[in-house]
Nanobody
């Protein structure tokens, strides 16, 4: 079965850190572009960070630059999202998505489901005291 599975979410105090994982099964992520997205309560899904296939060029939304870091581990077929300095505004469901298309330049953060072949089911992140 071809799928993405996110993990690493949970309840965290403000100022804390998390590392989210996105593991692919049934296919290799090595040549896929992968993105991380967040859907906060009552809001639309937004793009956070992405990493290109074939190389490690990344792109992040201005709102999260400096706090969110995306990386990949080919051996584990996993893409990570390291988050630090968490605030209550970071609360939401975090999704990863993957697509085999090759894009010129940096990857883009479009949250349109149709732009990504695979989506995970999401992992809940809650920030509160």
């Amino acid at each position: 079965q071809l799928q993405l599975v996110e993990s690493g979410g949970g309840l965290v105090h403000p100022g804390g850190s998390l590392r989210l994982s996105c593991v692919a099964s049934g296919f290799s992520l090595e040549y896929y572009r992968v993105g991380w997205f967040r859907q906060a309560p009552g809001k639309e899904r937004e793009g956070l960070s992405c990493i290109r296939g074939f190389d490690t060029r990344t792109n992040s939304a201005d709102a999260v630059k400096g706090r969110f870091t995306i990386s990949r581990d080919h051996a584990k077929n996993t893409v990570y999202l390291q988050i630090r300095g968490l605030t209550p505004e970071d609360t939401g469901v975090y999704f990863c998505a993957a697509d085999p298309s090759i894009v010129p330049g940096v990857c883009t953060l479009e949250a349109d489901e149709g732009r990504w072949r695979f989506w995970g089911q999401g992992t809940q992140v809650t920030i509160q005291d």
